[in-house]
T-cell receptor
């Protein structure tokens, strides 16, 4: 059974720092992996989608990598800003049920001005 | 595109009343999910539709919950009768199967049952 873990559960860093959020999964047979952010009281915003055949995706200051063999994905945020403060969730779509999204519990990120 | 549109954004109702949540998926998307989010249990999949057909409703908590998708541009989630433990944020999400399968979420409906 696929399980997704995000560590740490919370992270607080000063503005301007580069940071990495981690997502690990137990079964490498995945269709894709998607990173979302959720602001308090808001919906989930899709940040990056990585297909199983891809190693990384980039959007602006965000870069997501995928290493299926080790069951890991990282979300790299460059030059962090207070507006990046949110909860970041990763979700895996397993091969054996390609509509299901298996969710991590999220990392709550606070960027201090 | 305006994205996935949910209504209402907030709903406060009394226990025992019927509640209907609405969702308009992104045009051209053929897959739709209803999720529920609580602090205790995180995101829970309630039901999944593909091409307007319910494929997996194993997450629907009990018979008080029902969902329909009469056409490709509209879905409803109904709770009847509502109970305080149904209080949560309900999200609708859609994607186009086979083209990257990137899921997009609505802003959610915050339901409070008193």
């Amino acid at each position: 059974k696929q399980e997704v873990t995000q560590i740490p559960a919370a992270l607080s860093v000063p503005e301007g720092e580069n940071l990495v959020l981690n997502c690990s999964f137990t079964d490498s047979a995945i269709y894709n992996l998607q990173w979302f952010r959720q602001d308090p009281g808001k919906g989930l915003t899709s940040l990056l989608l990585i297909q199983s055949s891809q190693r990384e995706q980039t959007s602006g200051r965000l870069n997501a990598s995928l290493d299926k063999s080790s069951g890991r994905s990282t979300l790299y945020i460059a030059a962090s800003q207070p507006g990046d403060s949110a909860t970041y969730l990763c979700a895996v779509r397993p091969m054996d049920s390609n509509y299901q999204l298996i969710w991590g519990a999220g990392t709550k990120l606070i960027i201090k001005p | 595109d305006a994205g996935v549109i949910q209504s209402p954004r907030h709903e406060v109702t009394e226990m025992g009343q019927e509640v209907t949540l609405r969702c308009k998926p992104i045009s051209g998307h053929n897959s739709l999910f209803w999720y529920r989010q609580t602090m205790m249990r995180g995101l829970e999949l309630l039901i999944y539709f593909n091409n307007n057909v319910p494929i997996d409703d194993s997450g629907m908590p009990e018979d008080r919950f029902s969902a329909k998708m009469p056409n490709a541009s509209f879905s409803t989630l109904k709770i009847q009768p509502s109970e305080p433990r149904d209080s949560a944020v309900y999200f609708c999400a859609s994607y186009r199967q086979g083209e990257g399968a990137e899921a997009f979420f609505g802003q959610g409906t915050r339901l409070t049952v008193v």
